[in-house]
């Protein structure tokens, strides 16, 4: 069985500051056209990276419906943070299996089978894909970011990410060239079951069993280059995730008002 692949992250952004984004990252990234998803209520634009991975800002629209807004799963969430990452397959039929390992494992989570989603690029080509998310016992939505939520493209995933069809996007200033690292901190005691999850997510290379516990992502692109890991680790503040990249040099760059993210080099 091969390697999820890191498919994207996702940062939270305010509507008046995604159209804005362009100017304020402009000395450091080629910020790619987004598009608006298909039930109206958020749009987005990217970052486009070389190893295929990509950088998600989305927004909720000015006039969005507060109690359509609230239902959403992204919706309560804290603003110019990371709120969520995807990780996909070689197949979206690969993703039952994955599925009854989370169920079998009893950490207590399991994944819905893949909702359709889409949107319309701002050129009117049209994006399809499904995602799974996922749940406690109850069927209720855990809290996002905790664990990855999947994306399985429908549409080719060069129209959704086309980070080798449009090479300039992904020739930033900053000469970033990947993601690193994920890192994802939470209660401590979340750390053991959900640790039981991304050990059944990940079959066959465990995490060290060491603070912060890892696992290895691929990317789509097949480089090698950085770490690509995914670390767990107990937080007694608020849960967070926060995200290394790797480039030519070292440095760190505010993305947005107290969101900084960390540049190793290569």
């Known amino acids: 069985m091969s390697r999820?692949?890191?498919?994207?992250?996702?940062?939270?952004?305010?509507?008046?500051?995604?159209?804005?984004?362009?100017?304020?990252?402009?000395?450091?990234?080629v910020i790619a056209p987004g598009g608006t998803h298909a039930d109206g209520l958020t749009s987005n634009k990217l970052i486009l990276l070389p190893d295929g991975v990509y950088i998600e800002f989305i927004a909720f629209a000015k006039d969005a419906d507060p109690e359509q807004r609230r239902k959403h799963r992204w919706g309560n969430l804290k603003e110019?943070?990371?709120?969520?990452?995807?990780l996909t397959l070689p197949s979206e039929s690969d993703f039952a299996a994955v599925q009854q390992r989370v169920l079998d494992s009893s950490a207590g989570f399991s994944y819905q089978d893949p909702i359709p989603g889409g949107r319309k690029r701002?050129?009117?080509?049209?994006?399809?894909?499904?995602?799974?998310?996922?749940?406690?016992?109850?069927?209720?939505?855990?809290?996002?970011?905790?664990?990855?939520?999947?994306?399985?493209?429908?549409?080719?995933?060069?129209?959704?990410?086309?980070?080798?069809?449009?090479?300039?996007?992904?020739?930033?200033?900053?000469?970033?060239?990947?993601i690193s690292s994920v890192s994802v901190s939470v209660p401590e005691a979340r750390v053991s079951d959900l640790s039981t999850v991304y050990d059944a997510i990940y079959p066959s290379d465990g995490s060290t069993g060491l603070a912060p516990r890892n696992w290895h992502y691929e990317v789509p692109a097949g480089l090698q280059e950085g770490r690509h890991t995914i670390s767990l680790s107990a937080n007694e503040g608020e849960a967070a995730v926060t995200l290394t990249?790797?480039?030519?040099?070292?440095?760190?760059?505010?993305?947005?008002?107290?969101?900084?993210?960390t540049v190793e080099r290569i």
Request: glycine letters at 6%.
């Open 245 to 261: 990249l790797y480039g030519e040099m070292q440095w760190q760059v505010e993305l947005l008002p107290g969101l900084t993210v």
């Open 122 to 178: 701002e050129d009117g080509v049209s994006l399809e894909w499904a995602i799974s998310a996922a749940s406690d016992t109850q069927g209720s939505a855990i809290i996002p970011g905790h664990l990855p939520f999947w994306c399985f493209d429908r549409t080719p995933r060069h129209l959704r990410v086309p980070y080798q069809e449009q090479f300039e996007l992904t020739q930033h200033p900053s000469g970033v060239l990947g």
């Open 4 to 29: 999820p692949t890191l498919d994207h992250i996702v940062i939270l952004i305010p509507h008046d500051d995604l159209l804005t984004l362009s100017d304020r990252l402009q000395p450091y990234f």
């Open 80 to 86: 110019n943070t990371i709120i969520d990452w995807a």
